[in-house]
């Protein structure tokens, strides 16, 4: 075999040998994406007293990612045992992520362009709806925790715990904190009524709850008949620091409540009924209810305006009458 046969083979063994090795490393790298996902969608069981925003937050979920993921509306309620499934957010690949710092260098140069792309991401992301309650809200160090304030005692202590149960603790704290301020007589505080205040202590971030008036023992003379504060299902609170608009316009958000807006007084009324209701009481402390009229004004002021326009038209009669007999005046004799 002539020498440059033997060379001739020699290298085509060695490229074959390199292929081999090539073909090798790359059947080593792992595909990415393969196994199995730890983020996969884990399924949740509602507790009594829970909502979309509490099981939202304890997952770091979005409400919208939830209801989408159970084919649900936000609006529509949850009920305790139902099984919800909760998605986890998915983590950037890392060819997205190189992707991504690769466009973010090269338009770093370009002021314009980067404005009219997050003007973009602007317009297409969701808008979230408005609070009603503004900056005023915030997270609260331990959910279902509470702190009552009133002229019976001052009861602080975790009222509803995260199954949804109320232990026995918060009801005796409860039932001594919405005490009758005039007796001291207590009535067993129904359930609902412990978990509505827990949400609006939870909403405005465990700030303390001012009890103005709990219970009240039924009297002959009291203005409303079947009172929901002799049945322990009423209360009228204020939180310091807040507008008590902004804790009527929360409390309105809460399923099957009365809310009662007194601007003239120093609380907002909240009970537990079957039926959402929502009325104005332009009357003070101890007066007779004065429910504003269908225009939302005040029934007294509109009362005595009528009494100043009609005093105003008697005053411009009568002094056209006297003026008209003091021209006439009587007639000189003779």
């Known amino acids: 075999m002539t020498p440059g046969w033997l060379k001739l083979r020699h290298y085509l063994r060695a490229g074959i040998a390199s292929s081999v090795v090539l073909c090798a490393s790359t059947l080593a790298v792992p595909a990415q994406g393969s196994g199995t ?21 304890r997952y770091n979920v979005s409400i919208a990612a939830i209801c989408s993921a159970n084919g649900i509306r936000r609006s529509r309620p949850i009920h305790p045992g139902q099984k919800l499934v909760i998605p986890r957010k998915l983590r950037r690949s890392l060819s997205a992520s190189a992707a991504k710092r690769a466009a973010s260098k090269a338009s770093s140069g370009r002021s314009g362009t980067k404005r009219s792309s997050e003007s973009a991401s602007r ?3 969701p808008r ?5 309650t503004g900056p005023y809200a915030r997270r609260p160090r331990q959910y ?5 304030e009133s002229r019976t005692g001052r009861w602080r202590g975790t009222a509803v715990r995260p199954d949804g149960t109320i232990p026995p603790s918060a009801r005796d704290g409860f039932e001594r904190s919405l005490a009758s301020w005039r007796t001291g007589k207590t009535e067993r505080i129904h359930g609902r009524l412990i978990r509505m205040l827990t949400r609006v202590s939870d909403h405005f971030g465990g700030r303390p709850i001012e ?10 003379e009291q203005y409303t008949l079947r009172s929901k504060h002799n049945l322990g299902r009423a209360v009228d609170f204020r939180i310091r620091g807040i507008p008590n608009a902004v804790i009527r316009d929360f409390c309105r958000t809460l399923p099957n409540v009365g809310v009662g ?30 429910y504003a009229t269908p225009s939302g004004k005040d029934p007294a002021a509109s009362k005595s305006r009528r009494a100043r326009q009609t005093a105003r038209v008697k005053s411009t009669t009568k002094g056209a009458d006297g003026h008209g007999a003091t021209e006439s005046g009587p007639t000189p004799k003779g």
């Not at 996902?37 to 937050?57: C, E, K």
């Not at 979230?128 to 009603?132: G, T």
Request: charged share 20%.
């Open 211 to 220: 009890i103005i008036s709990g219970f009240r023992p039924p009297r002959k």
């Open 144 to 148: 279902g925790f509470v702190t009552l």
């Open 123 to 125: 317009a297409t992301s």
């Open 37 to 57: 996902n730890p983020q996969d969608p884990v399924s949740h069981t509602v507790y009594q007293g829970q909502t979309l925003g509490m099981i939202a937050r």
């Open 261 to 290: 807006y007194y601007p003239n007084s120093t609380f907002v009324h909240l009970d537990i009924r079957e039926c959402s209701a929502y009325w104005v009481d332009f009357s003070g402390p101890g007066e007779a209810p004065r």
């Open 128 to 132: 979230r709806r408005p609070d009603p």
